[in-house]
Structure formats: C-alpha cells, structure tokens
C-alpha cells in the first residue's frame, strides 16, 4: 500500500476527509517552498501537490500562472524542486504528489525523473496533460517504482472514458469541479457532485475535488460528498500577498488551518471528525 493510500485509509477509518492544498515550487523562492510544505503538512494536509513551473500553464488560471512566472524567473530546474521535496521529506511523512506537465518531465527524461522522485519521497505524479492513450508507458514505469499516477476527471468525461482512467489510477482520482482553468469562485459547480458519483461507480480509489475551492465553507461542502477537498489558486494568492514579509510561512499556515476548519463549519467539521484549533491543542 502507499503511502498515498495509507493516508485515505486511515481517513477513513477515522471517519474523516482530506483537506490537499497546492503551491508552486520556487514562489516566492525555493527555500520558502520548504518550509512551505512542512507548514501545510503540519496544518492538517492529507497530502499536498508541489507543482511544477511550467511556461506555458495552459491550465492554470491567472493566480497560478504568475506563480509559474515569479518561480521560472529564479532560473533552477526540475532536480532543484526534487531536492527540495527531499528536504521536506525529511521533516514530513505527508504524501507529497509532483504536479506538472509532461513537458518539464521529458526534458529531465522520464526515467531520470521517476528515479529521482522515488528517491527524493514524491508519493505520485499528477501529469495534467497527458491522456489516458499515452500513460501506458509512463504508468507501468511509475508502478514499478511503486509510485502512484493520479488522473484528472471532469464533467465533461464520459462513462466510457471514467471507467478507463479507473483501470489505470492510482492513489486517487482527481475530480475537476467545472471544465475550464483553476481559479477561485462564488460556488463549487453542482457538477462535481455528479461527477464524484460517477467515479464512484467505477472505482473504488478516494475522489478529491478541486478547481475553484477557495473558503472553509466550500471545503465543508465538498466534504459532504468527496473524500478530499483540493485548494490551489486561494493559497498560491495567499502566497503571492505575503511575498516578502518574514511571517510569510506562519500566514500561509494559518490561512490553511482556516480553510480546514471555520466557525462556519463547525458542525459540518464535528460530523467529520475534524476537530477544533483548541481541540487539537
């Protein structure tokens, strides 16, 4: 069992769900992104997605995209993010997934990449844009290193197309909450609870939903009827607003630790088996 799936388990048994924030490696700099990634795992992260900088995030909303943007201007490539999960890793066992687009990876090289991710603790690789006809390869080398491969699913998928990419998943299956770019809203679209229904009839890995989940109130809505709630662009723009300040990491912290339980929330969250700031003292 991996580690990925270790973490779902034990959420379950618990009778609680998964809060997966998002940041992007090297905003502001790659030495916050460390202390970045042992905060959000101390801050009640399930498992956390470390993207990669990319220059063309097709996507990505605006929020991401210049977080892509702030971290390619300091120039280091993709064995700079791997060391820098490495060091997290050695303060951590929450699951770290690399999340990119296929391009990077193949400049580093595929096997250089899964050798090196396996080395450096990465749990999973999440590859927005490679499809399901072309992961054959890329599937079966990750499985022998015994690294999950996450998928993504929209509403737009098919029956036909859900039941594949549940033969191939690993970990978990990331349910995209609306067809479009990432970027906070109003309302986690009613299709994604359609969608985490579908998938559910064809597999049985935990569903995590994101794009657009952005408040405690979403995360407790989409807890309702997910195994975990995804949150990227509100904390990459969390991020973006306290670049440069000392408190940046503790900001950031206490934003997600917000995020994972409101006053709002609070029923839903007791329901959950979440507990409160001072419960957990």
Not at 148 to 173: E, H, N, W
Not at 182 to 200: F, H, I, K, P, Y
Not at 252 to 266: I, N, P, S
């Amino acid at each position: 069992m991996s580690r990925i799936a270790e973490v779902f388990a034990q959420l379950k048994r618990e009778g609680k769900k998964g809060f997966i924030p998002f940041i992007v490696a090297g905003d502001p700099d790659l030495v916050t992104t460390l202390e970045l990634l042992v905060e959000l795992a101390n801050s009640e992260a399930a498992v956390i997605e470390l993207g990669v900088p990319f220059s063309d995030p097709m996507a990505d909303g605006r929020v991401i995209q210049r977080a892509s943007e702030r971290a390619l201007q300091h120039g280091f490539g993709l064995a700079a993010v791997l060391e820098t999960a490495a060091k997290a890793r050695q303060r951590t066992n929450v699951p770290i997934v690399l999340f990119s687009y296929y391009n990077p990876l193949m400049q580093y090289g595929v096997g250089n990449l899964i050798r090196d991710a396996k080395e450096a603790g990465i749990d999973g690789v999440l590859v927005t844009d490679l499809t399901l006809e072309e992961s054959g390869e890329f599937a079966n080398a990750l499985s022998a290193r015994e690294l999950d491969l996450i998928f993504l699913v929209a509403p737009t998928s098919t029956d036909i197309r859900l039941q594949a990419i549940a033969k191939r998943a690993t970990g978990f299956i990331y349910a995209v909450s609306r067809a479009g770019v990432t970027g906070e809203q109003g309302d986690v679209s009613a299709a994604a609870e359609n969608l985490v229904r579908r998938v559910r009839r064809c597999s049985d890995l935990p569903v995590a939903v994101g794009f657009g989940i952005s408040s405690g109130e979403q995360v407790a809505k989409t807890w309702a009827y997910a195994d975990a709630a995804v949150v990227g662009s509100a904390i990459v723009a969390e991020i973006e607003r306290r670049a440069g300040k000392p408190d940046i990491v503790q900001r950031v912290g206490e934003f997600a630790r917000r995020l994972v339980y409101t006053q709002a929330d609070h029923n839903s969250s007791k329901l959950l088996g979440n507990r409160s700031p001072d419960e957990r003292k």
